[in-house]
């Protein structure tokens, strides 16, 4: 016992204690501010950035206590077995410190933040939280078409900023490029469907093309990337059954299914209006008679 009193004493131990006590001091007062800034502030986005400086401040001094009390005073002959004992800590969690850095890679870079849609390591959906260790996302796809909301919420490690590519839609440039297929038939007045078609993209996107020319010329600056065309385009492709019109155009990020349904319905109903010039063309299958043969049996007796 007298050892024991007496290696409490020490000043390492002393130090340990004191750290430890401040370490905890520290993570109750963000969890209380963060419960504060809660009921305190209303909007949604401020209260949100609110409590995220608050972590990345209070893990910011933790850093910053671990580094005073480890490096800038002598720790005599415990030196070696802290050291150890560091080494082995920090390789049992190192995705945990891997997850902890990477909070802040996304927060400094700038990588995503909440709101944006991304895909990492192979799952897409919108961003709607991070804190220090996990990324969550409102998954979209899987079982449902396009870019509909599964209902699925995912926890994603922010380790994993360093382990793969990270597709974000929003990120500098919030448009995305679609294509639309019309299906027309071999008769129909071609370069009449082709005006319909182009019209028609052209009114119907034309806050989109605006909007989007300004942010592209950003990127086309900060990035050495080629100009591209934001104006909508007609491709055309003959198959075996008809004549196809690739519809390629810029839109929303979010609104990617919206414009495609609100493209066909005004086409559609464009075409109609021709009065036949244009027909939309489907699969077809013709039947063909099989010749009647006249089958003529005879009894025979043997």
């Known amino acids: 016992m007298h050892e024991l009193f007496e290696f409490l004493k020490s000043p390492l131990v002393i130090r340990i204690l004191i750290l430890i006590i401040w370490l905890v001091v520290i993570l ?3 969890v209380l501010l963060k419960r504060v800034l809660k009921s305190r502030i209303e909007d949604s986005s ?6 995220k400086g608050v972590e990345i401040i209070g893990y910011g001094l933790i850093i910053i206590m671990l580094l005073i009390s480890f490096t800038l005073n002598d720790i005599g002959d415990y030196s070696i077995v802290i050291g150890l004992f560091t080494a082995g800590l920090a390789f049992t969690l ?7 850095t990477g909070s802040f890679y996304i927060f400094f870079v700038r990588v995503y933040k909440p709101g944006d849609r991304i895909e990492i390591n192979g799952i897409k959906g919108d961003v709607i939280d991070i804190n220090s260790i996990y990324t969550t996302i409102m998954e ?3 079982w449902v078409s396009t870019d509909n909301y599964s209902g699925r919420i995912v926890k994603i490690s922010n380790a994993f900023v360093f382990k793969g590519p990270i597709k974000n839609y929003s990120l500098d ?8 297929n019309i299906f027309i038939t071999f008769q129909s007045d071609l370069d009449v469907a082709k ?7 052209q009114n119907q996107l034309a806050n989109y093309a605006k909007a989007s020319k300004a942010r592209w010329s950003a990127m086309v600056e900060r990035y050495y990337i080629e100009n591209a065309a934001i104006e909508p385009s007609i491709a055309i492709k003959v198959t075996d059954n008809w ?4 519809l390629r155009y810029i839109t929303d990020y979010k609104k990617r299914r919206a414009t495609q349904n609100e493209l066909f319905e005004e086409i559609e109903y464009k075409i109609r209006a021709t009065k036949g010039k244009v027909v939309l063309a489907s699969a077809s299958l013709q039947l063909l008679k099989i010749p009647e043969v006249d089958v003529n049996l005879k009894n025979r007796m043997p």
């Open 28 to 30: 109750v007062v963000i």
């Open 46 to 51: 401020l209260r949100y950035k609110a409590q």
């Open 94 to 100: 190192q995705e945990l410190i891997l997850s902890i």
């Open 140 to 142: 979209i796809g899987e």
């Open 173 to 180: 440039f919030p448009f995305v490029w679609d294509e639309l």
């Open 195 to 201: 005006k319909l078609v182009i019209e028609t993209a």
């Open 243 to 246: 004549v196809a019109l690739n």
